[in-house]
């Protein structure tokens, strides 16, 4: 039985300054416990085992970008004096003292859990990475001709001498630190050498068939460069050859206010993504101290940006093994997305979303009747025009061809397409290019501001009169996505909507002041405020004794103001659950503050992704989707768009997403005061419930 939530209020709790540092999580070391919780992933046998290790080479390459970025960004707060402490008061140089100890714990962790779990379990599943000692004479004659072929004639050593200087290294490049002995041709004998791995070679090669037992034999290139050093430096001693690689900066900085034209700025800059400064050293676990001092002197950093490792530098090239082996039973099963009857690809979409507004839910739904309406829409004589925003999309769009082929049809293409999106700048810029060859009108939003919102709008003749076709996403439109996270897509003409989608539109391609809406809430305008208000009005009705309540769920809950307004809803008595994948600063069960508010996050096999808010009593229920986190970014410096769900059958259908989500004991790792999270399990006397599983076997084929 529930137990019923009291209000916690006092007067002293009232008065009490709920922006006081004791009442926030440190952003940045949420971060990373999200990840290590993805970690955690790689030792869970419920998952199969190739995916397994896909989790792990996942926590490699979300550390790399949290290297990239946030440790990147802390770095410069502290070097030009700017340490300027959040909402949880820590400075910067703290924080990264912590970030030091929690990634070193779990580095070694990570290397634990592959070779004593991961690597024998992948053995008995005859998938062998063969060391150097188990390598057999034919093995051999192969490894050491395929090095002679295809690795010397691009591979560049570099003997470090005052007419060598220290190369620049590329951001996240794998590379060898040489000790020599003798002297070389010219009678040079520096002792040191580097060897840059061409970013060209493959990092792991797959043995042939012939030659390799019954399964699938991989061989490191570290390996096969480890072995066949010596060749590289004729006459020379080689007393030891070290991987080790350098992370970098990768964030973009330029100044909009000097900015002409974003894309040609953009293009400029991302050369230099390669070669920023340097933000951490990883060094194979037995390179000698006197080279690991050597390399952090050279690269300007610290012990405390030194992480050792026992295997590959960068273990999230094992993601190749994952994907390519032919393994389909170490793998979750193939699914077929479910796709409503309505929406086939057989059917007149127009007519389907005039008679019903339609919800789909990935991946468990199918992401085709989207890509569908953009299909029909560039096919279709009554459409005259078609405007969509994206964000982060893929270089094999369908999307994209639709809205070229629409564009070269003679229809009005407006695409707003942020540039800014990270990491995909350049792949952007090309589909930016793409869609303006093909007659597309392409803006790139507003300066200053991400355009983040997941918006598509078609305008069809329809007799006498112009109709209004909408799409709106909690997710990108990114077809492979739409299959491993989980998003929302909704389909309407609701005139009220059409119209609000417009306005937004308006305001992003051209100029003028912020236009009032009636249905969306967006930011950086309306958003920020409603959701306080929502609150807020929670808080009076759980104060007037009604059984209020509010459940979001979304990646990341970061923002004060927010943060405070749903304290003071716990005080009043409104009972919250927060599911929250990733970065969470509200600390729930604090006694008089937060003991109303839970907060979980979900793990699982897709990525969770969906922004949904629920806000409830007994007179009203009200229902939300959005493109928006609950951070400072999202809320203040993007655009963002946050959608009612107002057909009660959907509504209801996504509440009872979010309470599957909440009663889920296998995937759900509960958040306690301390930080700490929990992993739930069922209990005996309950029943499994694996949120995840359930929709997919639900509404999958």
């Keep these: 039985m529930t137990k019923p939530i009291t209000p916690v209020t006092t007067q002293d709790t009232k008065e009490r300054d709920l922006s006081g540092s004791e009442f926030y999580f440190n952003r940045e070391l949420s971060h990373l416990q999200f990840n290590i919780r993805v970690l955690e992933q790689a030792l869970d046998p419920e998952h199969p085992l190739l995916n397994r290790l896909m989790f792990l080479c996942i926590f490699s390459s979300n550390l790399d970008e949290f290297f990239e970025v946030r440790v990147a960004g802390l770095k410069q707060q502290t070097a030009f004096g700017r340490e300027l402490p959040g909402p949880d008061g820590l400075p910067p140089a703290q924080v990264l003292q912590q970030i030091n100890t929690l990634v070193s714990n779990n580095v070694q962790r990570q290397y634990e859990v592959l070779n004593d779990h991961l690597i024998p379990a992948l053995e008995k599943e005859n998938i062998r990475f063969l060391r150097r000692t188990q390598w057999n004479e034919q093995q051999n004659h192969w490894i050491k001709q395929y090095f002679n072929e295809e690795i010397q004639p691009v591979i560049s050593p570099v003997g470090l001498d005052p007419s060598h200087p220290f190369p620049r290294l590329v951001n996240k490049s794998l590379n060898f630190i040489v000790e020599l002995e003798g002297k070389d041709a010219f009678g040079r004998n520096t002792g040191l050498a580097l060897i840059p791995a061409p970013r060209s ?22 390996s096969m460069i480890h072995q066949y050093a010596d060749e590289l430096f004729p006459g020379m001693k080689i007393k030891g050859c070290y991987q080790f690689r350098l992370t970098r900066n990768a964030d973009l900085t330029f100044d909009h206010e000097d900015v002409a034209d974003l894309a040609i700025a953009l293009q400029g800059e991302l050369h230099s993504r390669h070669f920023g400064d340097a933000v951490r050293l990883e060094v194979a676990d037995n390179c000698p101290e006197n080279l690991w001092q050597f390399l952090l002197n050279e690269f300007n950093l610290t012990e405390q940006d030194l992480y050792k490792v026992n295997g590959p530098v960068n273990a999230h090239r094992l993601m190749a093994v994952a994907l390519e082996c032919n393994r389909p039973d170490l793998r979750y099963p193939i699914f077929t997305p479910g796709v409503p009857k309505h929406l086939s690809f057989k059917k007149d979409i127009f007519t389907a979303i005039r008679k019903n507004d339609h919800l789909l839910h990935h991946p468990f739904e199918s992401f085709t009747p989207v890509v569908e309406l953009l299909r029909q829409s560039a096919n279709d004589a009554d459409v005259l025009a078609i405007k969509q925003t994206l964000y982060r999309t893929g270089s094999k769009s369908e999307m994209v061809d639709a809205l070229v082929d629409a564009a070269r049809r003679g229809k009005e293409v407006t695409v707003v397409i942020e540039l800014r999106a990270r990491f995909d700048e350049e792949e952007n810029l090309h589909l930016a290019n793409r869609l303006q060859e093909a007659g597309a009108v392409v803006v790139y939003g507003v300066v ?119 304290y003071k809803a716990s005080q009043a008595g409104v009972k919250i659950d927060c599911i929250i994948r990733g970065m969470c600063r509200l600390k729930p069960g604090i006694k008089g503050v937060s003991e109303n508010i839970t907060v979980r996050s979900i793990i699982g096999r897709f990525l969770e992704h969906t922004r949904v808010y629920y806000f409830g009593n007994k007179s009203s229920e009200q229902i939300f989707a959005a493109s928006a986190d609950w951070m400072e970014r999202n809320l203040h410096s993007r655009v963002e768009t946050c959608f009612p769900i107002e057909n009660e059958k959907l509504a209801s259908r996504m509440k009872e997403d979010l309470e599957l989500y909440i009663q889920d004991n296998c995937q759900s790792w509960l958040l306690n005061s301390n930080g700490e999270y929990i992993k739930q399990r069922p209990k005996k006397s309950e029943p499994a419930i694996n949120a995840q599983l359930q929709l997919l076997n639900e509404w999958a084929i």
């Excluded at 070679?201 to 570290?222: A, E, K, M, N």
């Excluded at 709106?472 to 609000?500: P, Q, V, W």
């Excluded at 051209?510 to 009032?516: C, F, I, P, Q, W």
């Design 448 to 566: 200053g501001y991400k355009t983040h919102a997941k918006m598509m709008m078609v305008v069809r003749r329809e007799g006498k009169k112009l109709r209004r076709y909408i799409h709106l996403g909690t997710g990108n439109y990114h077809a492979g996505n739409a299959r491993l996270y989980t998003d929302y897509s909704f389909m309407t003409c609701n005139k009220d909507i059409s119209e609000d989608v417009h306005k937004v539109f308006m305001q992003l391609t051209g100029m003028g002041k912020a236009l009032s809406i009636k249905k969306l809430f967006h930011a950086p305008f309306t958003l920020h405020k409603s959701l306080l208000d929502l609150i807020a009005k929670q808080a009076e009705c759980a104060e007037a004794g009604d059984d209020a309540r509010i459940i979001i769920k979304m990646n990341s809950l970061t923002e004060p103001k927010i943060i405070q307004a749903l």
């Design 201 to 222: 070679l493959p990092r792991i090669i797959r043995l042939p068939d012939d030659i390799s037992d019954t399964g699938d034999s991989y061989v490191f290139l570290s």
